[in-house]
């Protein structure tokens, strides 16, 4: 398994921004599809974006699309989450999750390797 630790989060406004990073350790971090999760207080992990091992690929929840963009660095084994034009909804524990091998992953239960994560907060 691959350790993750997610940085970036904080309070903002919304219509504000904020970009959430994810770095990996080991070395075949470029065989790993990742993946953005938020879990809000009294509800379910939900799935936010992924990513292909190589980049190429990306999905997004729909109350995402738009506003979010998922991207990766398999030089520098990062994989980070651009949020803009926030909402008070997008307030939630983000989580960074990876997954070897196979086709990019989109549910929680896909995903092998999980960091602590990091709050994120929109104040209206």
């Known amino acids: 398994q691959v350790q993750l630790v997610e940085s970036g989060g904080g309070l903002v406004q919304a219509g504000g921004s904020l970009r959430l990073s994810c770095a990996a350790s080991?070395?075949?971090?470029?065989?790993?599809?990742m993946g953005w999760f938020r879990q809000a207080p009294g509800k379910e992990r939900e799935f936010v974006a992924a990513?292909?091992?190589?980049?190429?690929?990306?999905y997004y929840a729909d109350s995402v699309k738009g506003r979010f963009t998922i991207a990766r660095d398999n030089a520098k084994n990062t994989v980070s989450l651009q949020m803009n034009s926030l909402k008070p909804e997008d307030t939630a524990v983000y989580h960074c999750?990876?997954?070897?091998?196979?086709?990019?992953?989109?549910?929680?239960?896909?995903?092998?390797?999980w960091g602590q994560g990091t709050q994120v907060t929109v104040s209206s």
């Open positions: 999750a990876a997954q070897l091998g196979g086709p990019t992953p989109r549910r929680v239960r896909e995903f092998d390797s």
């Open positions: 080991g070395r075949t971090f470029s065989s790993y599809a």
């Open positions: 990513i292909s091992w190589s980049g190429g690929s990306t």
